[in-house]
């Protein structure tokens, strides 16, 4: 193989220089050099085989942001978010974000709380989780009673809280779904927590069904528990999405730190946080939900700085791009993005009402800008996963899945709606969806799309 870089001159097209006439190297790492113009063009074709990220109806991340963003990412590359005493400024707007989410929040002491930025909702649920199991060990060992056997209690829980159970062995006690039901509901805490319980979850979105858990009803069930029994168990809310929804579009609803019994929250800055991947937040309910010993104190990078995280390098742009866009939009900018995504949310489930075959499950209202539906009866000749592989003809990503445990024969199917997605977008999805169902009922293209064709 030739080396590149002799043969390559610059004024060459890219498309003639000696990379672009080659298989890229896929398992050694080539000897020699390349131009840069013809690496960036094969890789940015290649991976134009990823799908197009604003027709993923799958995922609640960000994929849309302003060139404002765009610059910052780009201006910030440098800098790493751990090294609090090089960067200050990075460190004291990520202290300005907690405090802010702390206030949205409803924090009682929204100016001195603990909070910190993450990777996302993931290492934020597990900093929370962790906190939890440390204030239940101090809490066992103080009474002289055994501390070796810690669960927590929640109800179709998204991945993450799996990994914290089984990465700090601690026991999930999963509560199964009732029969209608899109969540945990209180009244069966009581078969599922004791004196080892750490905490309970309550998800505001929960990821299967995007409807919300009762949180104030679920603290008032844990009130009666401790009434009864003596016990004395926190919540922690993932908001991983609700987080930033929630106070926009349904600020009338008690889930936060109004609800005395809340320790901690959780939400990913890169979902409806509206910031780029790659950041999530965990804020505290007041400096004494988290425990001393699990703040670290770094001074190698000069300087002293407490840090609480599983990570330690990570980049800082997202946390300045969130920022940027509490400042950008403030209350009312956040509030009329998510009510567009509400409102078109409630657009497309009255569209999928009307086309027959779907019984909606969640019709966009209440919770999250989504909407999740199921087959009316097996009877329609077709399934939901048939459904999700026609659409990918178009491009769209619907997923298909079951519901969790108990209801793990119900599939259904998601679709959210986030920032970037306009309601014209979703109008073509749901004429795509009433094509495809024709088409799965037909096996063949309807004689409509057969005249088009011949047209064209
Ligand atoms: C997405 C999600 C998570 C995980 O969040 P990441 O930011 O992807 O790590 C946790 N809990 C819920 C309810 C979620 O929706």
Not at 74 to 85: P, R, S
Request: one cysteine or more; glycine letters at 8%; proline letters at 5%.
């Amino acid at each position: 193989m030739a080396l590149h870089a002799v043969s390559a001159k610059s004024i060459d097209d890219v498309y003639t220089l000696p990379l672009s006439e080659e298989e890229l190297p896929k398992y050694r790492m080539p000897v020699g050099t390349s131009d840069p113009r013809a690496v960036y063009a094969m890789i940015h074709s290649e991976l134009k085989l990823d799908g197009n990220s604003s027709q993923n109806l799958a995922t609640f991340c960000t994929t849309w942001s302003d060139e404002e963003v765009h610059k910052l990412m780009d201006e910030n590359l440098d800098k790493n978010m751990i090294d609090k005493d090089e960067y200050p400024q990075t460190a004291e707007i990520e202290s300005r974000c907690v405090h802010i989410l702390a206030d949205l929040w409803n924090s009682p002491s929204e100016r001195t709380t603990m909070g910190c930025s993450t990777t996302g909702s993931s290492e934020a649920a597990m900093l929370g989780g962790l906190a939890l199991k440390w204030r239940w060990r101090q809490r066992r060992q103080k009474e002289g009673k055994p501390a070796d056997r810690p669960n927590i209690v929640a109800g179709p829980v998204q991945v993450c809280w799996e990994k914290f159970a089984r990465y700090f062995d601690v026991e999930l006690r999963q509560v199964p779904l009732e029969e209608g039901a899109t969540g945990l509901r209180a009244h069966q805490l009581r078969e599922y927590a004791d004196e080892n319980t750490i905490g309970v979850v309550a998800i505001l979105g929960v990821t299967f069904t995007c409807d919300y858990e009762p949180v104030a009803e679920i603290a008032r069930e844990l009130d009666a528990i401790q009434a009864d029994t003596g016990l004395d168990i926190p919540i922690h809310v993932d908001a991983a999405s609700g987080g930033f929804i929630a106070p926009f579009v349904q600020p009338d609803l008690v889930w936060d730190f109004r609800i005395d019994r809340v320790a901690s929250v959780n939400a990913s800055g890169h979902k409806y946080g509206l910031s780029p991947l790659g950041v999530g937040w965990v804020v505290w309910r007041d400096a004494g939900a988290l425990p001393e010993e699990l703040i670290f104190k770094v001074d190698y990078l000069g300087g002293n700085m407490p840090t609480f995280a599983l990570n330690f390098s990570r980049p800082g742009g997202e946390i300045i791009a969130q920022y940027y866009n509490f400042l950008r939009l403030g209350r009312e900018g956040y509030r009329k993005v998510q009510q567009a995504c509400m409102d078109t949310a409630r657009y497309l489930a009255g569209r999928i009402a009307d086309m027959g075959p779907f019984e909606l499950l969640y019709d966009g209202t209440g919770a999250l800008p989504a909407v999740s539906y199921t087959l009316k009866d097996a009877a329609q000749g077709f399934t939901l996963y048939d459904l999700t592989e026609i659409l990918r003809v178009r491009g769209w990503q619907v997923p298909a899945y079951p519901l969790p445990p108990r209801r793990q024969e119900t599939v259904i199917q998601r679709v959210l709606v986030r920032h970037g997605i306009g309601r014209d977008e979703i109008a073509l999805l749901a004429d795509d969806l009433e094509r495809s169902i024709e088409r799965l009922r037909n096996g063949t293209p309807s004689g409509a799309e057969r005249k088009a064709f011949h047209h064209s």
